[in-house]
């Protein structure tokens, strides 16, 4: 238990070093926290710092995802060893949902952090792929129809384990747990962009959306 439970922090504590603040910090001290929606996500860095910013955050919030669920789980640390009673696999889905985790609730910046899509797709080229493509071309559908990154983002995740659950049980149970478990999470996270869809005030993209809204409707 003690190699899960370093490695599980040590992989929270990468979670937590956040693409956006560090650029920010880099930039000249933007917080982007106290800007458009207030996430530390790249949505609202694109929206309000432009596209190199949110591409830099992107590649940093990706990037601790595949270092959390490729690199810390075959860690060899002094003092910890390898707990041959902890299966791989496991170890491996706990140090990804860890990361996603710190980027949500950052330990280095009072816990107010992203909504962890980013940090999950890089927990997902990692474990699965292939399911980039067709998780892609799902987001792609739901966002032209829609215009809303949040609801995208959300009907993305909730495809993972459907999928896994139709084609790849029982031999993958680890895996479509954690996605399981993220697919949830992920909606936990998106909670305020619900209400707004409920409430017709959240932010829609119609320049990406196929049939565009009329122009006297509700941006919800």
């Given at each position: ?149 949040g609801l995208s983002t959300m009907a993305t995740t909730a495809a993972l384990p459907v999928w896994l659950g139709l084609t790849a049980l029982p031999e993958q149970q680890p895996l479509f747990w954690y ?29 990406v959306m196929l049939f565009k809204p009329r122009a006297n409707g509700s941006d919800g």
């Open positions: 238990m003690l190699e899960l439970g370093v490695k599980f922090l040590i992989a929270y504590f990468l979670g937590s070093l956040m693409g956006s603040l560090l650029i920010g910090y880099l930039k000249g001290g933007v917080d982007i926290r106290t800007q458009g929606s207030g996430n530390a996500g790249g949505t609202n860095a694109l929206r309000t710092q432009g596209f190199a910013f949110a591409l830099g955050v992107v590649i940093i919030d990706v990037g601790k995802g595949v270092l959390a669920a490729g690199v810390v789980p075959g860690l060899n640390l002094p003092f910890v060893g390898t707990d041959p009673t902890i299966s791989r696999e496991w170890l491996t889905m706990a140090c990804a949902a860890a990361a996603v985790m710190g980027h949500v609730w950052p330990v280095y910046h009072r816990f107010q952090g992203g909504k962890g899509a980013a940090t999950l797709v890089g927990t997902v080229i990692v474990l699965a792929p292939k399911l980039l493509l067709p998780l892609l071309l799902v987001f792609v559908l739901i966002l032209v129809a829609s215009g809303y990154v996605a399981a478990f993220m697919a949830v999470f992920i909606a936990y996270c998106h909670r305020s962009n619900i209400q707004r869809m409920r409430d017709g005030v959240e932010n829609r993209n119609p320049k």
